[in-house]
């Protein structure tokens, strides 16, 4: 090899490493302000409109409910668009995301747009929204509260098993596989779905301004299509985020020109971490291809 090339390579290699240190010293100095500033915010974001992606089984989900409460903070967010494709999930975990949008719309405009499906605690969920918006193609209402076991002791005797239990009360092992519900049990258990349903009624009756009547006319957990639910008050408009836009325009003055930026469930630290992992991974990774240690590896 001549000199030229040896000294080509080693060229290559410093300035690989170069590149290496800079990267290093960048997520340093990121780190260094993101301390500096009090809560890992900072006055210098743009005015936007936000978006809260909610998908999937609702559960109490802590990044989400404190990915909400950012969007409360934010100054520079004027208004949030709730963006939901749920079939429902625990009620524990809609009336939390609940909660934490209605302190969203204390501050600040929050618009729900539903998709495919918004139901049971999907459609809990759009409640603390100023105005929700639907496609006539959307499932939504499924108003109710479900809970479900099964029974197994006959299966279970013709298979030669015979289960004990101990419990501590008459109710403790109620619903069980092993046996069937007794009248006691059932009427505690229907109470605990009929108080979670009282709650669901009483959400709807404050979110829509309807009266309790009204909401239990409808809310026997049939499912309903976007223009139906608008006829029935659950929804107010047929749309998608560009109706959203266009009515906080209209009738909050939050121009439509405001870029979105989606409500990271992710704090601000965790992505300048997980950022600064990738460009370091790479920058490791370019050094040791580029710097003979795959050349080394192979020659192995």
Do not use: C
């Not at 930026?261 to 580029?290: D, K, M, P």
């Amino acid at each position: 090899m001549t000199l030229e090339a040896d000294l080509l390579i080693d060229r290559r290699r410093l300035k690989r490493r170069l590149n290496l240190w800079r990267v290093l010293g960048v997520l340093a100095l990121a780190g260094a302000i993101w301390a500096w500033l009090p809560g890992g915010t900072t006055s210098f974001e743009t005015a936007h409109v936000a978006r809260l992606d909610i998908r999937g089984t609702i559960t109490d989900d802590r990044s989400m409910l404190e990915a909400i409460d950012r969007v409360a903070r934010d100054a520079s967010a004027r208004a949030l668009i709730v963006a939901i494709d749920s079939p429902g999930g625990t009620v524990a975990g809609g009336e939390a995301i609940h909660a934490a949008l209605t302190r969203v719309a204390a501050a600040k405009p929050v618009v729900a747009v539903l998709g495919a499906t918004a139901a049971s605690a999907g459609y809990m969920v759009a409640l603390p929204a100023a105005r929700i918006f639907a496609r006539e193609g959307t499932l939504t209402g499924s108003i109710g509260v479900i809970l479900q076991s099964f029974e197994a002791s006959e299966l279970l005797a013709r298979l030669g098993v015979q289960p004990e239990t101990i419990a501590s009360g008459p109710l403790k092992d109620q619903p069980s596989p092993f046996r069937p519900l007794t009248e006691e049990g059932r009427a505690a258990l229907t109470q605990v779905v009929q108080d979670m349903q009282n709650q669901f009624v009483r959400m709807i009756a404050a979110g829509r301004n309807m009266s309790e009547e009204a909401v239990r006319a409808i809310a026997d957990g049939r499912v309903m299509a976007g223009a139906r639910a608008r006829d029935a008050g659950l929804v107010d408009a047929m749309g998608g985020e560009r109706e959203a836009r266009a009515w906080l325009a209209e009738a909050r003055q939050i121009s439509a020109e405001l870029p979105i930026r989606q409500a990271e469930t992710r704090t601000r630290f965790e992505r300048l971490i997980a950022t600064g992992a990738e460009s370091l991974s790479r920058a490791i990774l370019g050094e040791w291809l580029g710097g003979g240690g795959l050349r080394a590896a192979l020659a192995r």
